[in-house]
């Protein structure tokens, strides 16, 4: 493919889990402790949570092929190609897609689309418009 524009459609689950949270400088956690500063009963009151997370995280990258050429859609087909895989260490967040990792700018550009994914949009929201 050229330098033409791609569309490539990330939903604000995907992005929930591509983009790290950072909070405010001026929040900081405190255990044990409410946001008035009242104690609060630990988390783990039966010894914790015993599920065991995935070491990683597999996303597939899909372009609607019915909108990218607009065509009508059809319901007796789907409009949907993957066109790569992202994976995410679940231990320390690194990304790759297709087996490359992504770059800090990437990264960023990534976090950047997900933030324009509306809120309530729920699985359909599109975060990753152009090439």
């Known amino acids: 493919m050229g330098a033409e524009a791609r569309t490539i459609r990330v939903t ?5 889990r591509l983009v790290k949270y950072v909070g405010a400088p001026d929040v ?7 946001v ?12 914790g949570s015993k599920i065991e997370l995935p070491e990683t995280v597999t996303i597939p990258i899909e372009v609607d092929l019915f ?6 859609s059809d ?4 409009g949907d190609v993957q066109v790569g895989t992202v994976r995410i260490d679940v231990k320390d967040g690194h990304a790759t897609f297709n087996g490359q990792p992504l770059t800090p700018e990437e990264q960023a550009e990534l976090a950047r689309k997900c933030q324009e ?3 309530g949009e729920g699985e359909g929201g599109n975060a990753g418009e152009g090439g």
């Open 67 to 72: 909108d990218r050429l607009n065509l009508p």
């Open 75 to 78: 319901r007796r087909y789907e």
């Open 117 to 119: 994914v509306p809120r």
């Open 28 to 34: 900081e956690y405190e255990p044990g402790v409410d």
């Open 12 to 16: 604000k689950a995907d992005c929930a």
């Open 36 to 47: 008035r500063g009242n104690p609060v009963t630990p988390p783990d009151l039966y010894g």
